[in-house]
C-alpha cells in the first residue's frame, strides 16, 4: 500500500520526493513501518496495519507515544479503551500503557506515530513490552 503522505504532497501542489528517495519500509507480520525523522528524543514514523491483522498488545517502559489517522479504519486500543480513529484527531498513549492498531477492510489502518522518549533506550524497538501477540512474537 503506497504511503498516504506521498498522495498528498500531490494533491496539496507540494513537490512529492522520489520514490527512490523515500524512507526504508519495515516489513512486519502485521503491515509495515517507516521511519520519517529521528531527533535525540524524538521519533516520527507512518504505520500500516493490513485489514484483518493488528499489532501485539503492547507497552513501552521509556517513552510516550501519540496517534493521528492519515487513512483507512480500524480501531485503537489503548488500555481498556476501545476507539474508532475517525472519532478523535491525536490518541496520547502514556508511558507504560498498553496499546493496539487493528486495521479494517477494505484499506487497512495508516496513522502517523509520534514517539517521545523519556530515557536513553525509548526511542529502540527493544523497549516493547509485548503483553499478547498473534504471530507469537516476545
Do not use: F
Not at 491483522?53 to 476501545?82: C, F, I, M, N, P
Amino acid at each position: 500500500k503506497p504511503c498516504p503522505l506521498d498522495r498528498w504532497g500531490e494533491d496539496a501542489g507540494h513537490a512529492v520526493t522520489d520514490p527512490g528517495m523515500s524512507p526504508p519500509r519495515t516489513k512486519t507480520p502485521w503491515g509495515w513501518y517507516e521511519v520519517l525523522a529521528t531527533g535525540q528524543e524524538w521519533q516520527v514514523k507512518i504505520l500500516y496495519v493490513q485489514p484483518g491483522h493488528r499489532t501485539s498488545l503492547q507497552k513501552h517502559a521509556h517513552r510516550s507515544e501519540w496517534w493521528y489517522l492519515l487513512d483507512g479504519g480500524g480501531l485503537y486500543t489503548v488500555g481498556t479503551q476501545t476507539l474508532l480513529p475517525g472519532d478523535v484527531s491525536w490518541v496520547h498513549i502514556y508511558s507504560g500503557r498498553e496499546h493496539r492498531l487493528t486495521g479494517s477492510p477494505p484499506d487497512g489502518l495508516t496513522v502517523l506515530e509520534l514517539q517521545l522518549a523519556h530515557s536513553a533506550g525509548g526511542l529502540s524497538e527493544a523497549d516493547i513490552l509485548r503483553i499478547a501477540d498473534d504471530y507469537d512474537r516476545k
